[in-house]
């Protein structure tokens, strides 16, 4: 009972950082709109960085997510980024448990933590994010070293099912040059987390 509380809190920490990310580039998008010049884009970083389990902390900047100024980062279409970002996360377990050297997790654990996440909701649409659990797992085996954290699959679904996300202006150039600095950030920040609350088990 008391291993499977410990999964289940593995796997929430994974769920919140991917939602306070989600939110992280929806309020560098909305500061890139009128804010831009009354809030600097570094206290969004700090904010988010500073506890990435904490997705409502972007609300201490005084601003709200308000549907008419975000426009599509507002619609359910977009709330696939935040599945596919859960997805991002959670096929990197295997590698997360190979830095926890003190942990006693098997391979099965990990498993199961990815079940749980997956039952959160993943999204892969056409395959936009090329690694899996299992072709991380594998690297993991053989000993393979872990791909960068990076863009290409944000990119690829802004230019690929983004409608004015993918107009190229200053308001979205700004945004996905924010994306490039947060998300490995963000993956840093998770392994961490993650790395010492595996080697507590």
Same mark, same amino acid.
């Given at each position: 009972?008391?291993?499977?509380?410990?999964?289940? =809190? &593995?796997?929430? !920490?994974?769920?919140?950082?991917?939602?306070?990310?989600?939110?992280?580039? @929806? *309020? %560098?998008?909305? /500061?890139?709109?009128?804010?831009?010049?009354?809030?600097?884009?570094?206290?969004?970083?700090?904010?988010?960085?500073?506890?990435?389990?904490?997705?409502?902390?972007?609300?201490?900047?005084?601003?709200?997510?308000?549907?008419? =100024? &975000?426009?599509? !980062?507002?619609?359910?279409?977009?709330?696939?980024?935040?599945?596919?970002? @859960? *997805? %991002?996360?959670? /096929?990197?377990?295997?590698?997360?448990?190979?830095?926890?050297?003190?942990?006693?997790?098997?391979?099965?654990?990990?498993?199961?933590?990815?079940?749980?996440?997956?039952?959160?909701?993943?999204?892969?649409?056409?395959?936009?994010?090329?690694?899996?659990?299992?072709?991380?797992?594998?690297?993991?085996?053989?000993?393979?070293?872990?791909?960068?954290?990076?863009?290409?699959?944000?990119?690829?679904?802004?230019?690929?099912?983004?409608?004015?996300?993918?107009?190229?202006?200053?308001?979205?150039?700004?945004?996905?040059?924010?994306?490039?600095?947060?998300?490995?950030?963000?993956?840093?920040?998770?392994?961490?987390?993650?790395?010492?609350?595996?080697?507590?088990?």
């Amino acid at each position: 009972m008391a291993e499977n509380e410990a999964l289940r =809190r &593995i796997a929430a !920490m994974v769920d919140l950082a991917s939602e306070s990310l989600f939110n992280a580039v @929806r *309020y %560098c998008y909305l /500061i890139a709109d009128n804010d831009f010049y009354n809030i600097n884009v570094k206290d969004i970083f700090r904010i988010g960085l500073s506890d990435i389990t904490n997705p409502d902390c972007f609300k201490n900047l005084g601003l709200s997510l308000d549907e008419t =100024r &975000i426009g599509e !980062m507002g619609t359910e279409h977009y709330r696939e980024i935040l599945s596919i970002l @859960r *997805y %991002c996360f959670a /096929i990197r377990l295997p590698f997360i448990r190979k830095y926890a050297e003190n942990s006693t997790l098997k391979e099965g654990h990990i498993k199961h933590i990815y079940d749980i996440l997956e039952n959160y909701g993943f999204l892969n649409p056409d395959g936009i994010v090329e690694d899996s659990f299992k072709s991380m797992a594998w690297m993991v085996r053989t000993k393979k070293t872990e791909p960068a954290f990076d863009t290409e699959w944000f990119r690829r679904w802004i230019y690929t099912y983004g409608h004015e996300l993918a107009a190229i202006n200053n308001r979205n150039m700004f945004v996905l040059g924010c994306v490039e600095a947060l998300f490995p950030l963000y993956y840093a920040s998770l392994q961490e987390l993650l790395i010492n609350e595996m080697n507590r088990l």
